[in-house]
């Protein structure tokens, strides 16, 4: 990584790497949102949420709240993975109290055939232009970490019409064992799109990338493999790896996917996300030294007691550094984060006793170095 573009703070970074940290670094999945005040009265200005994320400035004006209140790591571009296939022309919008929606839902044979991938520089444009007005924002103090949905989890929505989980993933599933073929087309066409627009923000700027495969773990054994994790490697394997003399190290997360830790981890990603059903410690013996683990404090221990939020941070970094040897050195390979996304009604002051205490424990000999 160069100096000259190599962050003032870049445990991140060289956690994802692998390479030895001072301390375990901490960043929380959907940390810019609801749970926060100011937040709130951004998308109020905003007007709605989907305005609030295709205004450059306003997104990046939430993206850096969470980093005003605490010591986070890393930044995470605010965005929505189901900008894709909005862009795709299937005309996203939020109902109240219903979440996000299509307006044309992939139904027909014909519509599916017709699926195009969306020029990132021309139909996501206002994407790139937030990750550049972040990137200057920041002004070199943490990295800004760009996302997507995954293939899988992307098609659900653009299948489904909306959230698969509300209608257990009927429409798609039947698809998936009715009409295979047709999946495969939305699924191809998908991942080229993800694979462009991941490109796309790693050309603008950001510093690494998440995968987000939030309902891969509602597929079986052997539809998780087909439909979800082959997609992820062919993004994987298109991702720039490299951008301005820097690494871009690259995260894959799939939500309940613990069961098939050793596959994603052998898909060339650097870095495996887990929910808070996988022990740390077990995950970190089963991959040994081929990834780094980022995770995995169930969201809702936040609603707990100062000293319970605590605890719970001790304990998942305690079972990660099981395996450190003893030496009092942290060897980096963790990040820490929640097991998903945190909910919009957390106590913001629970968030900062989670940081501050995954800051101080990880720096102490007698658990991390």
């Known amino acids: 990584m160069s100096s000259s573009t190599r962050p003032k703070n870049d445990t991140f970074l060289r956690a994802l790497l692998r390479e030895p940290v001072e ?6 999945m959907r940390q810019a949102g609801r749970y926060l005040p100011e937040y709130n009265e951004t998308r109020r200005r905003a007007g709605s949420f989907l305005n609030l994320c295709k205004n450059p400035q306003l997104a990046c004006e939430v993206t ?24 795709m022309g299937l005309g996203l919008y939020f109902a109240d109290g219903e979440g996000p929606k299509f307006e044309r839902p992939l139904r027909e044979e014909w519509a599916i055939r017709d699926l195009t991938v969306p020029d990132p520089n021309v139909h996501l444009r206002y994407v ?21 949905g995954s293939p899988w989890t992307l098609a659900c929505y653009m299948v489904e019409g909306g959230s698969g989980s509300a209608t257990d993933y009927r429409t798609i599933k039947t698809m998936l064992y009715d009409r295979p073929d047709l999946l495969h087309h939305i699924l191809d066409v998908t991942a080229t799109a993800v694979t462009d627009y991941l490109n796309a923000q790693i050309e603008s700027g950001a510093q690494a990338v998440m995968i987000f495969d939030s309902w891969g773990g509602a597929l079986s054994h052997a539809a998780y493999r087909e439909f979800s994790l082959a997609y992820m ?18 995260i894959v997360f799939t939500k309940g996917g613990g069961q098939w830790l050793e596959a994603i981890a052998d898909i060339g990603c650097d870095a495996v996300g887990l ?12 991959v040994g030294s081929r990834v780094a683990l980022q995770g995995n404090l ?53 968030v900062k006793i989670l940081v501050d205490t995954v800051h101080s424990h990880s720096r102490r000999g007698s658990a991390r170095g």
Not at 23 to 28: M, N, S
Not at 75 to 80: E, G, K, M, N, P
Not at 233 to 250: F, N, T, Y
Request: avoid cysteine; proline fraction near 7%; aromatic fraction near 8%.
């Open 298 to 350: 169930d969201p809702m221990a936040l609603f707990a007691s100062p000293d319970k939020v605590a605890a719970e941070a001790r304990r998942v970094l305690d079972s990660y550094a099981a395996d450190d040897g003893g030496d009092g050195k942290n060897t980096g390979g963790h990040v820490f984060n929640l097991g998903h996304g945190i909910s919009q009604f957390t106590p913001p002051e629970n």
């Open 128 to 148: 790139m232009d937030a990750v550049v007005e972040i990137r200057r924002a920041l002004n070199g103090s943490v990295p800004l970490i760009g996302f997507s």
């Open 64 to 87: 850096l709240q969470p980093l005003s209140r605490f010591e986070l790591d890393a930044a995470i571009l605010f965005s929505d993975i189901l900008t894709v296939p909005d862009a």
């Open 23 to 28: 301390y375990t670094p901490v960043w929380l």
């Open 233 to 250: 490697q062919r993004i994987v394997a298109g991702l720039k790896r490299s951008h301005d003399g820097e690494r871009v190290p690259s």
């Open 275 to 286: 929910d808070w059903t996988t022990d740390l410690g077990e995950a970190r013996r089963r």
